[in-house]
């Protein structure tokens, strides 16, 4: 049977009329929507503009505003009406301002809502930007300077600048600043600041209960340390970023040098052994005696001014005497607890030197170089070299400081120790050789027989 259909004078087979009219649905569905989306941000935009325009409208009207307008008209005497009237513009407002110093910030919202000031000041006809800006009165503030001591007159002045100019001008430093650039100028005016400072911090390390003075702070309580390149004094704690400003262009790196080592009993102790040794010691409690120690100090700026020739080894040298002086330190720790037990004061680690201290000094020596039974052999051996070293560098001391009584003291105490040398360091001796002999006479220690054999074929050889 045919399926043939005749529709007008058009003709269609099996289903082609059912599948041509879906197409034309499904087409007619996405123009339609298409056409709506279209409508829609059409209006959006339309009405944007005419919102737009509104606002002007309404800003040019409130421009002119005015009594002598024409086309002015007066608000009716009702404040509600004027409040509403006021919130209209305020969210396209320029700005609000009250006369103050402080400035607060107020996010406008969309809906409308503001702090109570700001409706107050809208409602006076001032208008503000989508962040309005209200200023509050408050009181100036002034930072106040902090007195610094004057190099010359030793006085505590607030502006040192104009005290230089006024009072010192006839000083010769200040007159070859003045001669100089202006940056040149304030850095040599800084200088003087400095030297003032250490000229102040000196004489307070003379009293009993110090008070320092350093560059960014009142503060005394504080870690005070000496910059090495600029000698400015700084508290601990800002010293590294004073290191990045101060190095500057040159290679050498500043050292922190602690206000303890700049003591005046300190004043025997070279500048480079304070900036490249004391300043690296551990923060424990040997290391404290090694930076506050005077005698220890000193045998350690002897030794290293000794050593300083070796530049080529300068680290190896700076390891073995900072090594040098905590095995000192740790010496006369114990040798206090032991003068502690039979009830003697000692002052510092020269008492070590003292003939009448030598039981205690011998007592020390035993409880340091035994370990849990086991003898330290090399470490007892070298502190009776270090002992030698260190009295002989406290009598040259002593002699250059006149003082012929300690440096006879010293002699006496040498020679007691040398006396001593057997019964109390010779078992240390004693063990030192036997391991010697024990390593060297090891099968794996020995010389190859055929070696051996090259070697005398050799020395017969030769002639």
Do not use: W
């Not at 702090?115 to 930072?143: L, Q």
């Not at 010192?168 to 007159?175: C, F, I, M, W």
């Not at 008070?211 to 010293?239: D, I, P, W």
């Not at 109390?424 to 220690?445: H, T």
């Amino acid at each position: 049977m045919s399926c043939d259909t005749h529709v007008g004078n058009r003709m269609y087979v099996g289903s082609e009329p059912e599948d041509n009219t879906v197409a034309k649905s499904s087409k007619s569905l996405l123009q339609l929507t298409f056409e709506t989306q279209m409508k829609n941000l059409s209006d959006r935009k339309l009405k944007r503009k005419q919102q737009l325009d509104s606002v002007e409208s309404d800003v040019e009207s409130v421009g002119d505003d005015s009594v002598n307008d024409e086309d002015y008209v007066p608000h009716s005497g009702d404040e509600s009406s004027t409040d509403n009237e006021s919130d209209a513009y305020l969210p396209e407002c320029q700005s609000v301002k009250v006369s103050s110093q402080r400035v607060h910030h107020y996010s406008v919202p969309v809906d409308g809502h503001y702090p109570e000031n700001v409706h107050n000041d809208a409602s006076a006809g001032i208008h503000c930007s989508e962040s309005a800006t209200v200023v509050e009165s408050t009181e100036k503030y002034s930072k106040k300077r902090i007195p610094r001591p004057c190099v010359f007159c030793e006085t505590m002045q607030t502006n040192l600048h104009r005290h230089f100019l006024l009072k010192h001008k006839d000083e010769a430093a200040v007159k070859e600043a003045m001669q100089l650039p202006s940056q040149d100028r304030l850095e040599a005016f800084a200088k003087l600041r400095k030297d003032g400072i250490a000229k102040y911090n000196k004489k307070e390390m003379k009293t009993e209960k110090p008070t320092y003075v350093c560059e960014r702070s009142r503060s005394q309580g504080q870690k005070l340390v000496q910059c090495g390149k600029c000698h400015g004094y700084y508290s601990k704690t800002y010293f590294a970023r004073h290191r990045k400003l101060c190095i500057s262009e040159s290679a050498d790196i500043p050292q922190a040098i602690p206000i303890t080592l700049l003591s005046e009993y300190c004043s025997d102790i070279s500048s480079a052994f304070r900036k490249d040794v004391l300043t690296s010691f551990a923060k424990d409690d040997i290391g404290k005696v090694c930076r506050s120690d005077e005698a220890v100090m000193i045998f350690g700026s002897r030794m290293y001014s000794k050593l300083s020739g070796k530049q080529d080894k300068k680290p190896e040298v700076k390891r073995s005497l900072m090594a040098d002086m905590r095995r000192l330190s740790h010496l006369y720790k114990h040798f206090k607890e032991q003068c502690e037990k039979v009830h003697k004061i000692s002052a510092n680690s020269s008492d070590l030197l003292i003939r009448s201290n030598f039981e205690e000094m011998k007592e020390a020596v035993l409880t340091y170089t035994n370990s849990e039974g086991t003898l330290k052999a090399g470490l007892k051996s070298q502190l009776y070299y270090l002992i030698k070293r260190f009295a002989k560098i406290m009598k040259a001391t002593y002699l250059v400081r006149d003082d012929d009584e300690k440096a006879g003291e010293v002699d006496k105490f040498v020679q007691v120790l040398q006396l001593h040398e057997r019964d109390l360091f010779g078992d240390a001796i004693y063990q030192l050789n036997m391991n010697r002999q024990e390593r060297l006479r090891r099968p794996q220690q020995l010389p190859d027989e055929a070696d051996i054999g090259r070697v005398k074929q050799y020395t017969v050889t030769r002639a």
